[in-house]
């Protein structure tokens, strides 16, 4: 069979006109003064151009182009020419919409299981390499934690009353100034001096205490690093500058549900230590100023002044604990009023452990954080 | 060879016909959580190259989605696992006191990235060269930009030593010296560009500190807040003072666009305008007006029509590129022999990660 083409030989720029001449297997190309080939069918590939022409290059030769006008082509060799590549691999064998509706049937699962995978794989994960994993992420905290004798001893028995198991490896104080507690990998949890000085009563500290408590008993920190790790991968895990990191892990998020569960521990614990949840619900509403019986008696005297401050303080709990209504409620509702509660501390512990960070004179001072 | 209707560049497109393309594009990319992503690029370029005419034919793109995707997962790979080992080594030292180390790694990795981004930089141009036919040839590089990618740091630290003085210095020198080592053909490209064309243009950013400060003081006199020790109150309602914030900022952030723009058109204007491929003059004519046209033209595109408009601002792109593109001079088709420059075949995986454009 026979038909008129134009060609580029990819080797200069000049456009040739041609006769392409061929049989079952291959063809050649005649030109005025010139003649190539022969090339195999099977190796030409058809390109998608619009336009008036069909154009086909060659396997292993770049630059190499025959095109003819798309309505000349006799019917003979039009069986022989490779068909248009338009999508690209299977989707065009199978059609645009068929493929997809398996691409997003495979897009579903990947979601499903990208999003609850952590939750999965956490509790599978053994105890003692997220043991070693946590030490060698946390150390010493960079010398910070606080201790006295005295504070110190108050911290152990707020610990053993609240966490009478040992089901933390660990539990310390930190100087910084922030309002924050947090658990780290390897069942460490940190209150943070800042959150010490703002609470009113032990009870508060004990509440906090225990919601920290559930999340390493969820293991919800293993899964919260494991959805970071996670997303590093996806998002090429070039987001993040070294300086936002420390915040990320302060603050590794855990989700609503897990947050919720974290709180039912926290008033379980309470309620078998004996320990009042009021002081706990009152410390939420003073976290959140939206809350009734706060906002409304707020002025702007100069005498409020630390008000706005304690305000600004507070948004470092509320960036990983998100304080709400609700929350505030779930732990008022579990105060039993028939029960007599039992502070969580005595007055002089719990001095002992609000002045533990200032009387401690070998913790790395509060400026020294290196954020 | 001369040009009849008097521009060798030329496009023909629609977006009638383009739509069809993103359109799929955007529900393939959808589907496959954005791994079509560099298929889609693919079938884009391929539809505005073979759309785009110089002199008596079309350009033809030859680049391929799966070579993209190579290079993205070659940068996951090279660049990735390095800084997935950052993230978290970084936190550990910051939490263990090791400060120090921290912000020496943290520094490491910041000289590393903007290292591979001048790389990036260069090699992009390289690698849309080499995928770029026309007549059955190519262009490319025979360098890889390794060295590029030092000059790129040195030019860009010592041009803002200064007072950011030196800044048009460093991107005139870098065009330059980015577009001596390509070629089309058998030819190398030659740029001399010259600093002073777009200088003044350039002294306009100096303005941008007072409009910060601008901005630092009605938002204390709009909302109150502390300056030093200084509490500040203010008796506007939330509402106003919101607004009147709101108006000033889209305001400077406007004019800093404006001044971007202006700088941005005078740029390309002598850099496209001293490029010259054997007998081939070139020259950019977009004005800053143009460029303002191009620039509400795709806000409107997008917020008109909730944001769909999005995928169809690479062919606008495109079209106002070609559409100002103007060569004169003349060609050899004999003397324009295939490309001997090897290519890459990792696409643009470092330009992609990092989210650069080319130009
Ligand atoms: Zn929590």
Known sequence: MEAEVWHYDGRNANRWGARLAGDATSFRLIGGSWESGPYAWADLAALDLPGADAVFGLKEAPGWRIGLPQDAIPDGLAALLPRKVRYGGFIDRIGLWKASAVLASIAALAVFVGVSAPGWIAPVVPQSFEDNLGDAMVGDFGGRFCATPQGSAALKALTTRIDPDANARSIEVANIPMVNAVALPGRRIVIFDGLLQQAKSPDEVAGVLGHELGHVEHRDTMAALLRQLGLSVILGGMNGTAGSNINALLSLSYGREAEHEADLTAIAKMRAANISPLPTADFFRRMEPALPGKGAKRGRNKGERSDLEDEAQALNWLASHPSSASRYALFADAHDTRRTYAPALQPSEWRALRTMCASDKKVKPVGAFGL | ?359
């Open chain 2, 1 to 359: 060879m001369e040009d009849q209707q008097g521009s060798a560049f030329g496009f023909d497109g629609t977006w009638r016909e383009y739509a069809p393309i993103a359109f799929t594009n955007l529900l393939l990319t959808i589907v496959t959580l954005g791994f079509y992503r560099f298929w889609a690029t693919t079938r884009t370029r391929r539809y505005l190259w073979s759309r785009t005419r110089f002199i008596d034919d079309r350009l033809e793109w030859t680049g391929t989605g799966k070579e993209l995707f190579l290079g993205f997962l070659m940068v996951l790979v090279l660049l990735g696992l390095p800084f997935l080992f950052l993230q978290f080594g970084v936190q550990a030292l910051v939490i263990r006191g090791f400060a120090g180390v921290a912000m020496g790694t943290g520094f490491a990795a910041f000289v590393l990235i903007f290292y591979l981004g001048g790389v990036a930089r260069f090699r992009a141009v390289r690698y849309r060269l080499s995928r770029t036919y026309w007549h059955g040839i190519r262009g490319g590089s025979d360098d890889g930009g390794w060295k590029y990618g030092w000059s790129y740091m040195w030019r860009n630290v010592v041009g803002m030593i200064p007072l950011y003085l030196m800044v048009p210095w460093a991107m005139i020198s870098l065009w330059n010296e980015r577009w001596n080592k390509m070629s089309f053909g058998p030819h190398g490209f030659r740029c001399n560009a010259r600093v002073k064309p777009v200088f003044k243009r350039f002294l306009l950013f100096y303005l941008a500190p007072f409009l910060l400060a601008i901005i630092g003081v009605a938002y204390v006199a709009t909302i109150g807040g502390f300056i030093g020790s200084v509490f500040l109150h203010t008796n506007y309602p939330p509402v106003i003072a919101a607004i009147a914030l709101v108006v000033i900022i889209v305001g400077i952030y406007a004019l800093l666009g404006l001044i971007a723009l202006a700088y941005y058109a005078a740029f390309l204007r002598e850099g496209i305008g001293a490029l010259r491929l054997e007998n081939l003059d070139f020259q950019f004519e977009a004005t800053t007006d143009d460029w303002l046209k191009l620039f509400f033209g795709d806000i409107l595109l997008v917020v008109g029509t909730l944001g769909i408009g999005w995928i169809f601002l690479q062919y606008r792109h495109w079209k106002f590129f070609i559409t100002h593109l103007e060569a004169y001079g003349e060609i050899d088709l004999n003397a324009l022999t295939q490309s001997t420059t090897r290519e890459s075949q990792h696409g643009e995986g470092l330009l992609d990660a990092m989210d650069v454009g080319a130009f």
